[in-house]
């Protein structure tokens, strides 16, 4: 028999914390911030603004004229690239920096099929980088199997000075790099059908100043370089070329020997030189000198290198007889 079992009802009464506090809803509140313009931090903020457009506008026409005079740079070296140069041809490849715009030219109008069956004779090792660059291909200016030399029909180069009305010119007066020869710059120059220099504006004159580089034995350079000093006592100085570091009278510690195992004498001429011609024969006539940087022989055409370019158009030499001739 269940027993009935009494349940017990307790009235439960909940009491609220005092220790715990109902969060209100967080309510965002915007607080507005304006700059009166005739405060200092807007003046101070305007002034910025301006002056970092200004700048930018500055820098962008600045890149922009910089890059049309490339434009007509490399365009005036276009115009004489596509006058002269054919398919098949053998070209000389000059050192420079406008002989390495046209090298370049040269490798494009390759790629576009404009140009075929070209072969490149590089004057220097610059020359024969940019050209392997430029996809150009390389060849050798001596046929070591028949022992003559190969037939270039064209070659162009940078010239460092050249004298006006004779157009005879100087090239070596930049320091040599690498395996760079100036005996087979002239040589490559010397056996071109055609012949293109480019001089820039100021270095086309007549009364040229400046260096003449002078190739010597390097047994006895120091009697080479004393009969060469005294030959322009007075108007020239001899210093011999260094490696490296500062040129000075004996080239320092490290005098520059070529890839022909030749000194470097540099003639320093102190007074306008009045005929590069007789320096060039005067030069020959020294013992122990091997070459020198005179160059001769009546280029085809002549750019001058100014803001905007002119190209002087082939025209007979006064003299023919020393068209042939470094």
């Known amino acids: 028999m269940a027993s009935a079992i009494p349940h017990l009802h307790f009235p439960v009464t909940w009491k609220s914390n005092p220790r715990i506090r109902k969060r209100k809803p967080a309510t965002a509140t915007a607080t507005a911030c304006s700059l009166s313009e005739a405060s200092p931090l807007f003046r101070a903020a305007k002034h910025t603004v301006l002056h970092s457009t200004i700048n930018f506008l500055l820098v962008f026409f600045t ?12 365009w005036e070296n276009v115009l004489w690239v596509d006058t002269f140069v054919k398919s098949g041809m053998v070209i000389g490849l000059g050192s420079g920096q406008a002989s390495g715009m046209a090298i370049e030219y040269l490798g494009r109008q390759l790629r576009a099929g404009a140009l075929k069956d070209l072969v490149g004779i590089p004057t220097s090792v610059v020359s024969a980088s940019e050209a392997a660059k430029a996809g150009i ?21 940078d010239v460092d000075i050249i004298e006006e009305g004779t157009l005879i010119s100087v090239i070596g007066r930049r320091r040599l790099q690498g395996e760079e020869s100036i005996i087979q710059e002239k040589l490559v120059l010397s056996i071109a059908d055609q012949l293109v220099f480019m001089v820039k504006e ?3 004159k007549c009364g040229l100043e400046g260096s003449i580089p002078v190739l010597v034995e390097s047994l006895n350079w120091l009697e080479t370089a004393e009969e060469i000093d005294d030959l322009f006592l007075g108007d020239a100085e001899v210093w011999r070329r260094p490696s490296v570091g500062h040129a000075g009278p004996l080239g320092g510690d490290f005098p520059l020997v070529t890839t022909e195992g030749h000194n470097v004498l540099d003639v320093i001429f102190t007074s306008p030189i009045a005929s590069l011609a007789e320096v060039a024969n005067s030069l020959e006539k020294v013992d122990g000198v091997v070459d020198h940087g005179v160059v001769s022989k009546f280029p085809d055409a002549l750019t001058v290198q100014a803001r905007i370019s002119c190209c002087i158009p082939p025209h007979p030499h006064p003299k023919s007889g020393q068209n042939k001739h470094m």
């Open 63 to 74: 890149y922009m004229i910089l890059l049309n005079c490339k434009f007509l740079y490399n």
């Open 202 to 204: 100021d270095l086309y």
């Open 137 to 157: 291909p390389l060849g050798e200016y001596e046929n070591s199997s028949q022992g003559c030399f190969l037939q270039i029909d064209f070659a162009f180069d």
